[in-house]
C-alpha cells in the first residue's frame, strides 16, 4: 500500500487498537482489554460447497471440510462452462449451496459484556446460526448485516460453533458476475451493555469556511438492558496528525430508552479542507462514562468538506468549480473474484487515477467498506449506488423477489453505515430501473427518496435513468436532486432546454468496446454495435475480438471521444461516469460463447491499459502525454492507421525508419492525430513540438521472434500479513527487448517462500484457462501473476518459465 494510505491509517487507529479475548487458532489477545474491541474474524473457517443436512448443529462432524481464510468466493475457483446456469452474463462460473463454520471460545471474565458478528457482505442468501441457534436471513448479497450472539455463548473452555449457509444456487440472479461466498470480511465485535449502537454516529459539517467548520455530531446510544447511572457523552476531534482540535461533552445524560439520540456541535478552527488533491481527514472519538468510568470507545471518519451542484455551472468542492471525471466499477477484482482483498482495490484506485480519474460510481450495489475507506484516503468522488432493480425482475432469480420485504432495511442499513464518509457526495437509489417505463416509478422512487432523507439531507439523490425524459414516471416524482443520464449523449446539449433549471450527471456513459492490443482498420470509421447480439461481430472478427481504435460501440452508447468531446464544452454538464473503469467478469456484451467478461473497460481484467486510457490521460491531467500506437508488426504492403494521443504541445510529426510521415495538429475538436501508413519494417516514432521544441518523443519497433521473459512487480517489498499482494506484469520479448505484440506463448510459474499464487489473468475476454492454476497464456504479449503473501518474513522468488524463452525471477521482500 502506498505511504499515504497507511500513515492515514495508523492515524485513524490511534487509541482504538481493537483486540479481543476470543481465542480461535491464532486468535488471541496480547493486549490490555479496550472497552470496545473489534477482531479480525476471518481466519480458520472450515468450507464445503454442498449442502449437508443438520451443517449448523454444533456436533456437526466437518474435520473433512476444506480449511480457509476468508474473504472467500468460490465461483473463481472452478471451470468455465457454456452450460453453467448463470450464463455468460453472469461469468459462465459456477453457483450453488455451500457452507461454512467456525469455532471460537470465550473466556469466562468476559460475561456481561455484549458480543455480535459484523458481515461486511456474503452473496447470497446467507443464514447464521451460532451453537445451533438460528440468528436469521439476509438476501442481499451485498448488505453489510449484524448479529448479536450474547444471548447464546459458552464460555470457558468450551466452544462456540458459527455456521453460515451461503444459498447462491438459484441462477441467474444478476446480470454481472457476482461471486459466491462470504466474499467480504467479517469482523467480531465486544461492546459494554452501554455502547455506541451500530454505525450510530452521524457527522456533518453544515457551515465550512477557511476560518472555521461546523461540526454536527448525532450518537445513537445504546441501553438495551436499561442500565441505571450517571452517563457523559464525551465527543473529541484529532486532526491527521493525532492533535485535539476541538471537544465537547454532554453531561447528566440519562439513556429512558432502548436507543436514544444526542445531538453535539463543536467548531474546528482553521480547517484543513478535504479534497481530491490534499483528502485531509480528521477523527471523531466518542467516548460514553458511566458513573466516572468509561463504558465505550467509537471512532468516525471526517472529511470537511463543501460542495454543491449548480444547474449553470456545474459541480463545485470547497467553492472551486471542478468537473466529476469518473469511472464506473463492478465489485469484481478479475482474477481474485469477488473476495475483497484491499491492495487490489488500492491498485485499481492507483490506476484510474493515473488515467486522471476522480470519482467512482459503485454500480450498481453497495460496494465493500474498504472501498470508501480507500477513496476516504486517497481522494476520490464516490456516487454510491444502492440497487440495480427495485420490484421488477432484470435477472429471473434477482433482489426483485426479496424487494417488498427487505428494500428499506437495505436502504437504510445501507445509507447509515456509509454516510460519514467524505468521499461520498451523492447516493444512487437504482440504476436503469425498469418501472421508469410505468406509473408505478413515481410512487417506488418516492418512497425511496424519503427513507434516504430521512438518514441524510447532506447529499443530493439521483438514479441512473436509461430514459432521461420529462415523462420519464422516475424523474416526475420531484424526488431527484440530479438528473441522472445514461448515455444519450446526443441530448447532453438539449438539457437546459428539457429540463430547466435541474441539475446534471452522466450516471453512465460511453459503452465503448475493446480487446487490448487488437487493431482493424479504418481507425477513423465508427461502428454501432448491431442489435441483435446472437451474431458475430460487425468487423468479421468470429474470434470475438474488438477493435482498440475506440471505433466500435453499442448501439445505445457511443465512443470514448464522441461523449466526452460534448461533456468537456459546458459547465452544467457537471461530469460523468464512463462504463467501465476496468473490464469485469460477466456480461460479455455480446453474450456469445466463449465470451465470459466484458469489453467496456479503459484497462482490461488484469489491470493492462487500453489505448484509449492515454486518451483520458491527454485530457485529464496536466502530465504531459504522447501516446503512440498501434504495434509495429503486420504483413508487408498492408496500410496501417498510426495514432496518437498527446497534450502539452502544438504538434506532433511522425518518422518511419527516419523518414517523416508528416505533422498532425489537432482541428477543432479533435482529440488525437492519424497517420495511414504503408507498413515497411523497423522503426516508427513520433515527436511532439509545443512552439517549434521539442518535448516528447516515442518509438515503437518492429519485433522479432519471441525469445525472453521479464518480469516487473508493481511492488518488490510488501507485508507478511496474509492478505498483501504483489501484481507481477509478465512480458514477452524478443532478443533486442522489443514487447512482441502477438505473443502467446504459455508461461509457467514457481514459487519458492513463504507466497501463494493467487491468480493469473492476461485480460483476454474469451479465454478459459483458471484464474488459479499455476499458468497462463500471454495474450498480446503480456500476461499477470498475483503473488499474495503468507504470514512470515523473508523473501519469495517467482520463476516464470516458457518453453523455448529465456526465464526470468524476481524477488519479493516480505516485511513485519
Known amino acids: 500500500m502506498s505511504k499515504r494510505f497507511y500513515s492515514a491509517f495508523s492515524f485513524l487507529c490511534v487509541g482504538v487498537l481493537f483486540s479481543v479475548l476470543v481465542s480461535s487458532s491464532g486468535c488471541k489477545s496480547t493486549e490490555e482489554p479496550q472497552v470496545r474491541q473489534r477482531a479480525d474474524f476471518t481466519k480458520n473457517w472450515s468450507f464445503v460447497l454442498d449442502d449437508p443436512a443438520s451443517a449448523q448443529e454444533p456436533s456437526f462432524n466437518d474435520r473433512q471440510w476444506r480449511k480457509l481464510n476468508l474473504p472467500h468466493d468460490w465461483s473463481i475457483e472452478g471451470k468455465f462452462d457454456e452450460k453453467a446456469p448463470a450464463g455468460t452474463g453472469g461469468g459462465a462460473l459456477p453457483g450453488g449451496i455451500g457452507w461454512y463454520r467456525k469455532t471460537f471460545t470465550v473466556e469466562e471474565a468476559e460475561k456481561g459484556k455484549l458480543f455480535f458478528i459484523d458481515f461486511d457482505g456474503v452473496y447470497t442468501n446467507s443464514e447464521v446460526w451460532i451453537n445451533g441457534h438460528y440468528l436469521g436471513k439476509r438476501p442481499n448479497g451485498y448488505s453489510s448485516f449484524r448479529y448479536e450472539l450474547t444471548p447464546h455463548l459458552k464460555y470457558g473452555q468450551e466452544q462456540n460453533v458459527l455456521a453460515v449457509k451461503v444459498d447462491n444456487a438459484q441462477q441467474p440472479n444478476s446480470r454481472w458476475y457476482s461471486g459466491s461466498g462470504i466474499y467480504r470480511n467479517v469482523w467480531l465485535v465486544k461492546t459494554n451493555p452501554v455502547h455506541v449502537a451500530k454505525d450510530g454516529t452521524?457527522?456533518?459539517?453544515?457551515?465550512?469556511?477557511?476560518?472555521?467548520?461546523k461540526v454536527v455530531v448525532s450518537t445513537i446510544i445504546s441501553n438495551v438492558q436499561k442500565q441505571q447511572g450517571s452517563f457523559v457523552l464525551h465527543t473529541l476531534v484529532y486532526d491527521q496528525e493525532g492533535h485535539e482540535v476541538a471537544k465537547v461533552a454532554s453531561e447528566n445524560l440519562t439513556l429512558p430508552d432502548s436507543l436514544t439520540e444526542v445531538k453535539q456541535e463543536l467548531t474546528v478552527a482553521t480547517p484543513k479542507l478535504w479534497s481530491i488533491e490534499q483528502p485531509h481527514l480528521y477523527s471523531v472519538v466518542?467516548?460514553?462514562?458511566?458513573?466516572?468510568?468509561?463504558?465505550?470507545?467509537?471512532?468516525?471518519?471526517?472529511?470537511?468538506?463543501?460542495?454543491?451542484?449548480?444547474a449553470q455551472k456545474g459541480f463545485f468542492l470547497n467553492g472551486k468549480p471542478m468537473k466529476i471525471l469518473g469511472v464506473c466499477n463492478h465489485h469484481d477484482l478479475g482474477a481474485l473474484g469477488a473476495a475483497i482483498n484491499v491492495r487490489?482495490?488500492?491498485?485499481?484506485?492507483e490506476i484510474m487515477r493515473g488515467m486522471g480519474v476522480n470519482a467512482i460510481r459503485t454500480s450498481h450495489n453497495p460496494p465493500a467498506p474498504e472501498l470508501l475507506d480507500l477513496c476516504d484516503r486517497m481522494g476520490f468522488l464516490?456516487?454510491?449506488?444502492?440497487?440495480?432493480?427495485?420490484?421488477?425482475?432484470k435477472s429471473k432469480f434477482d433482489y426483485s423477489h426479496s424487494w417488498d420485504q427487505w428494500h428499506q432495511r437495505d436502504l437504510e442499513d445501507f445509507i447509515k453505515r456509509d454516510r460519514n464518509h467524505p468521499s461520498v457526495i451523492v447516493w444512487s437509489i437504482g440504476n436503469e430501473i425498469p418501472e421508469q417505463y410505468g406509473p408505478e416509478g413515481t410512487a417506488i422512487a418516492t418512497e425511496l427518496?424519503?427513507?434516504?432523507?430521512?438518514?441524510?439531507?447532506?447529499?443530493?439523490?439521483?438514479?441512473?435513468?436509461?430514459?432521461?425524459?420529462?415523462?420519464?414516471?422516475?424523474?416526475?416524482?420531484?424526488?431527484?436532486?440530479?438528473?441522472?443520464?445514461?448515455?444519450?449523449?446526443?441530448?447532453?446539449?438539449?438539457?437546459?432546454q428539457a429540463?430547466?433549471?435541474?441539475?446534471?450527471i452522466a450516471t453512465e456513459a460511453v459503452s465503448a468496446l475493446m480487446t487490448r492490443g487488437h487493431y482493424d482498420t479504418p481507425a477513423d470509421s465508427i461502428r454501432r454495435w448491431p442489435k441483435r447480439w446472437d451474431i458475430p461481430f460487425h468487423d468479421g472478427n468470429k474470434d470475438l475480438t474488438v477493435s482498440a481504435y475506440d471505433n466500435v460501440s453499442t448501439p445505445w452508447g457511443s465512443t470514448h471521444e464522441e461523449t466526452w468531446k460534448v461533456l468537456k464544452k459546458h459547465p452544467y454538464l457537471s461530469g460523468m461516469f464512463i462504463w467501465t473503469g476496468f473490464d469485469y467478469l460477466g456480461e460479455p456484451t455480446p453474450y456469445l460463447w466463449p465470451a465470459r467478461s466484458s469489453y467496456f473497460g479503459v484497462v482490461d481484467l488484469a489491470g493492462f491499459p487500453k489505448d484509449v486510457y492515454y486518451m483520458y490521460q491527454s485530457e485529464w491531467t496536466t502530465k504531459p502525454v504522447l501516446h503512440l500506437f498501434?504495434?509495429?508488426?503486420?504483413?508487408?504492403?498492408?496500410?496501417?492507421?498510426?495514432?496518437?494521443?498527446?497534450?502539452?504541445?502544438?504538434?506532433?510529426?511522425?518518422?518511419?525508419?527516419?523518414?517523416?510521415?508528416?505533422?498532425?495538429?489537432k482541428q477543432g475538436d479533435d482529440l488525437h492525430v492519424l497517420w495511414r501508413v504503408p507498413f515497411q519494417p523497423g522503426t516508427i516514432r513520433a515527436v511532439s513540438r509545443a512552439n517549434g521544441k521539442e518535448v516528447l518523443t516515442r518509438e515503437i519497433k518492429t519485433a522479432g521472434a519471441a525469445a525472453k521473459i521479464v518480469l516487473e512487480a508493481d511492488r518488490t517489498a510488501i507485508n507478511a500479513d496474509g492478505k498483501d499482494l504483489s501484481f507481477v506484469t509478465v512480458k514477452i520479448l524478443d532478443q533486442a527487448g522489443n514487447l512482441v505484440p502477438n505473443a502467446d506463448n504459455l508461461v509457467n510459474?514457481?514459487?519458492?517462500?513463504?507466497?501463494?499464487?493467487?491468480?493469473?489473468?492476461?485480460?483476454?475476454?474469451?479465454?478459459?484457462?483458471?484464474?488459479?492454476?499455476?499458468?497462463?497464456?500471454?495474450?498480446?504479449?503480456?500476461?499477470?501473476?498475483?503473488?499474495?503473501?503468507?504470514?512470515?518474513?523473508g523473501q519469495v522468488k517467482l520463476t516464470a518459465t516458457s518453453e523455448g524463452l529465456q526465464s526470468a525471477t524476481v524477488t519479493i521482500e516480505l516485511k513485519k
Not at 429540463?499 to 446534471?504: C, E, I, L, R, V
Not at 496501417?640 to 495538429?665: C, H, M
Request: proline content about 5%; charged content about 25%; overall charge negative.
Open 202 to 213: 452521524f457527522v456533518t459539517t453544515p457551515q465550512v469556511s477557511q476560518e472555521a467548520a
Open 286 to 310: 466518542t467516548r460514553i462514562e458511566q458513573d466516572g468510568k468509561v463504558v465505550d470507545t467509537y471512532q468516525t471518519p471526517l472529511g470537511i468538506r463543501s460542495f454543491n451542484f449548480d
Open 344 to 349: 487490489a482495490l488500492e491498485r485499481q484506485l
Open 382 to 393: 464516490v456516487m454510491d449506488e444502492s440497487f440495480d432493480m427495485w420490484k421488477k425482475e
Open 449 to 496: 427518496v424519503g427513507i434516504v432523507k430521512n438518514l441524510d439531507t447532506t447529499r443530493p439523490i439521483t438514479v441512473g435513468l436509461n430514459e432521461p425524459y420529462p415523462h420519464n414516471s422516475i424523474y416526475k416524482s420531484g424526488g431527484l436532486d440530479l438528473v441522472g443520464f445514461n448515455y444519450h449523449h446526443q441530448d447532453f446539449e438539449k438539457f437546459p
Open 499 to 504: 429540463f430547466p433549471g435541474q441539475k446534471f
Open 630 to 665: 498501434p504495434h509495429w508488426n503486420w504483413q508487408p504492403g498492408k496500410t496501417v492507421d498510426v495514432l496518437a494521443y498527446y497534450n502539452n504541445a502544438d504538434e506532433v510529426e511522425l518518422f518511419l525508419n527516419g523518414t517523416s510521415q508528416g505533422i498532425r495538429k
Open 749 to 793: 510459474f514457481k514459487i519458492d517462500g513463504k507466497a501463494t499464487l493467487a491468480g493469473v489473468d492476461n485480460g483476454l475476454q474469451t479465454s478459459m484457462e483458471s484464474f488459479k492454476a499455476n499458468h497462463r497464456k500471454a495474450f498480446n504479449g503480456l500476461c499477470l501473476a498475483i503473488l499474495q503473501a503468507q504470514e512470515e518474513a
